[in-house]
């Protein structure tokens, strides 16, 4: 069936550095893909769409300078956490929307944790 | 703000029996809704969805009831198996869009 991949799984950093995440669509393209954010105890927020050949669109409250998001092609997006601190310490999660069976679902990725030092 | 909730941390059952889980939601624009099965180290996988011109949808042992007066939707799970052990997350959008706002998730136990 369809995968979503995202590397790292887990990643451990020192405040102030960055951080990248991929999420990879691996059967098939995406041009859109979703980034989200767990907290421990939350629900997944919504933090951005990002869409394949142009700019990244950032839900309200989300800082883009940031978070960069980068969709250079049809089965990769990356989020960078620039600038790390612990409160950046989450879940980060990534979906992408495709037609792999013929009809557009969503695919999740299985997530990456962040712990900033 | 949350416009999802899931007030039920955690839910207990013994295999065989039903497992009901709820979901509240706030904004009256969303129309579709989703629940989404989690197991550990892996991304939410979709179980089951309906439209808001529906008040029930049944697939096999799972069905989902919505009360759009109440605004409440609820997942049925008969007969609960223990390999339905897992994060149940209910999510909801507008329908056309794929933006989902969540709920935080129940983890459903099922005891053999």
């Known amino acids: 069936g369809a995968v979503v991949s995202q590397h790292p799984s887990w990643v451990i950093c020192k405040s102030g550095t960055s951080v990248k995440i991929e999420c990879r669509s691996l059967?098939?393209?995406?041009?859109?893909m979703f980034w989200y954010r767990q907290f421990p105890k939350q629900s997944l927020m919504l933090m951005a769409t990002?869409?394949?050949?142009?700019?990244?669109?950032?839900e309200q409250g989300v800082e883009k300078d940031k978070f960069l998001i980068n969709h250079a092609s049809l089965t990769l997006s990356t989020l960078t956490v620039t600038s790390a601190h612990p409160e950046d310490s989450s879940f980060y999660i990534c979906?992408?929307?495709?037609?792999?069976?013929?009809?557009?679902?969503?695919?999740f990725g299985p997530g990456t944790r962040l712990l900033v030092l | 703000d949350q416009q999802v909730k899931q007030n039920s941390p955690s839910l207990s059952v013994q295999e065989g029996r039903i497992s009901i889980l709820n979901c509240d939601y706030t904004?009256?624009?969303?129309?579709?809704f989703l629940w989404y099965k989690k197991y550990p180290a892996e991304g939410p996988t979709f179980l089951i969805s309906?439209?808001?011109?529906?008040d029930k949808n049944e697939d096999g042992r799972f069905t989902v009831f919505l009360n759009k007066s109440a605004k409440h939707l609820s997942l049925h799970i008969v007969p609960s198996q223990p390999g339905d052990s897992a994060v149940y997350f209910c999510?909801?959008?507008?329908?056309?869009?794929?933006?989902?706002?969540f709920g935080a998730g129940t983890t459903v136990t099922v005891r053999a």
């Open positions: 990002s869409n394949e050949g142009s700019k990244a669109t950032y």
């Open positions: 979906s992408a929307i495709g037609l792999p069976g013929g009809q557009e679902t969503q695919y």
């Open positions: 059967d098939f393209q995406a041009t859109t």
């Open positions: 309906i439209s808001s011109i529906k």
């Open positions: 904004n009256s624009m969303f129309d579709y």
């Open positions: 999510a909801a959008s507008v329908s056309g869009d794929y933006k989902l706002s």
